[in-house]
């Protein structure tokens, strides 16, 4: 069944949400804190090594992958996709009666981007479309439960609800690639992951010194730096 594996996915990442926010009632705010920077530093661990592992392998990569962020991100600012997932948040806000929590669109931000934007979102998406193998996403649902979980102790509701962009990205993933499948080369894929550990350190570095990096806007770049190879 194509999709499965997104679907196992988003479960984890609810119930991981589910778990955290019984976490958060009994957690002091000072663990909280901590768990958030140790959540930071994992994620930008997950992010520099696998950037690192593909310029180890591809010495000619650095160009390209600057060309494609500056173009990316400008195509990102001018669409503003930060903005449209910030107005996205808020309406899930409402939706969710979460008023009273000033964390929401943070931790629904923040959440969705670490889970969202690695290269096993999109791998595996990929070969759940290709080969119906779900290997790779029942691995990242393992641990997305984890990380989703220490965020939503340390951040709140709206880590629970990073499950609704996880949902819509994958499963446009997987829908793509079935039909375009023969463009799907190793190295468009080799590219498209190491762009994408990027970002995900881009945002561990947001989580853990408290920068305010549009990561959301970079996303285009991983469209630009797979039409580097293919055009």
Same mark, same amino acid.
């Given at each position: 069944?194509? %999709? ?24 002091? #705010? ?25 310029? @180890? ?14 173009? %990316? ?12 997932? &910030? @107005? ?20 629904? $931000? ?6 969202? $934007?690695?290269?096993?979102?999109? $791998? ?7 080969? #119906? ?5 029942? *691995? ?8 989703? +979980? ?7 509701? %709206? ?31 080799? &590219? ?7 970002? $995900?350190?881009?945002? %561990?570095? &947001? ?9 959301? &806007? +970079? ?6 730096? *797979? ?5």
């Amino acid at each position: 069944m194509i %999709g499965l594996g997104t679907i196992i996915n988003t479960s984890a990442i609810i119930a991981g949400g589910l778990l955290g926010m019984k976490f958060k009632k009994i957690l002091k #705010q000072t663990i909280q804190e901590s768990l958030l920077k140790a959540s930071g530093l994992a994620v930008l661990f997950i992010g520099l090594s696998g950037g690192l592992k593909g310029f @180890q392998t591809k010495e000619d990569l650095s160009m390209m992958i600057i060309l494609s962020l500056v173009l %990316g991100t400008l195509i990102g600012e001018f669409i503003d996709i930060e903005g449209r997932l &910030n @107005q996205f948040g808020k309406w899930l806000k409402q939706k969710s009666h979460s008023y009273g929590d000033s964390m929401f669109l943070d931790a629904f $931000i923040t959440t969705s981007l670490t889970v969202c $934007i690695g290269a096993m979102a999109i $791998i595996g998406s990929i070969q759940d479309a290709l080969y #119906q193998d779900y290997s790779i996403l029942i *691995a990242k649902a393992i641990l997305d439960f984890i990380i989703v +979980m220490v965020l939503a102790s340390s951040m709140g509701k %709206g880590a629970l609800f990073s499950f609704v962009p996880v949902f819509i990205f994958q499963d446009c993933i997987t829908l793509l690639a079935s039909f375009i499948s023969p463009l799907l080369t190793k190295q468009v894929i080799f &590219n498209i992951s190491v762009l994408g550990s990027m970002l $995900i350190f881009v945002v %561990g570095l &947001n989580l853990t010194v408290n920068t305010k990096i549009k990561v959301a &806007n +970079m996303l285009p770049s991983i469209l630009i730096v *797979a039409l580097f190879v293919l055009l």
